[in-house]
């Protein structure tokens, strides 16, 4: 997931150009910020942060993980239902 790591002292000088470098095609995931080699922040772009929120969210509701299980458990059985039926009772 990180591809690129700096040291906090470069990152000072850095921060205000990784938003661009995020949006490149040659994108990171996230950029490690390290102190003595090791790191110890880490940036990344705001889709990525709120996806990661909101999975962790998810992972912790336990009836949300009960339906989602149930759910994988249907689709591996092909114990689906026909988008126009689930349409009609909307």
Do not use: C, N
Not at 28 to 56: C, M, Q, S
Request: glycine content about 4%.
């Amino acid at each position: 997931m990180v591809k690129k790591s700096i040291p906090i002292t470069q990152a000072r000088s850095e921060l205000s150009r990784l938003p661009k470098e995020f949006a490149s095609d040659d994108m990171h995931d996230a950029v490690a910020i390290t102190r003595r080699g090791k790191p110890v922040l880490a940036v990344l772009p705001w889709d990525l942060y709120d996806g990661l929120v909101e999975t962790l969210e998810i992972l912790g509701d336990e009836d949300l993980m009960v339906s989602l299980r149930q759910s994988i458990k249907e689709m591996e059985r092909e114990d689906l239902l026909p988008w126009d039926e689930v349409k009609g009772e909307l």
